[in-house]
């Protein structure tokens, strides 16, 4: 989950589905949406937890960019611009970084799993009668 800090009394959690250096994208509950509170050009403040070596928390501010409404999936999609710090930013680059690592680590391996399940189609111990019914003579 992704604290934001809408106002002084309002602070809703949201899924992230997108972090850069630049902004992120969350999934927001449609149960919390509110025009009034969440609008393009809106500030609010940003709460990250980053799950490094230690927790580590980080507040920014960011712009509200679009909202993009799924009514099917009962939420929607915020673009946030956000503006952090030096020091915020070096963090977000360590983040991003291990993240990088461990997504290419799930592909290899994943990859390894299908090659493991994948078998060539190996006719060299038909028959030639049977290569002839199968049309593969």
């Given at each position: 989950t992704f604290p934001i800090v809408v106002s002084s009394n309002l602070v809703v959690n949201t899924?992230?589905?997108?972090?850069?250096?630049?902004?992120?994208?969350?999934?927001?509950?449609?149960a919390f949406y509110d025009p009034k509170h969440f609008q393009p050009q809106k500030i609010i403040t940003l709460e990250y937890r980053y799950p490094l070596?230690?927790?580590?928390v980080l507040k920014t501010s960011g712009e509200i960019t679009h909202?993009?409404?799924?009514?099917?999936?009962n939420?929607?999609?915020?673009?946030?611009?956000?503006?952090?710090?030096?020091?915020?930013?070096?963090?977000?680059?360590q983040y991003i970084q291990k993240r990088k690592i461990e997504i290419i680590n799930e592909l290899e391996g994943l990859h390894q799993l299908l090659l493991k399940n994948i078998k060539p189609h190996s006719t060299s111990s038909l028959s030639p009668h049977t290569l002839q019914q199968k049309g593969e003579l």
């Open positions: 899924d992230v589905i997108d972090l850069s250096e630049e902004g992120v994208g969350v999934y927001l509950k449609s070596e230690k927790s580590i909202i993009l409404p799924l009514l099917d999936q939420r929607h999609r915020l673009g946030i611009h956000t503006y952090v710090d030096e020091e915020s930013r070096k963090v977000l680059q």
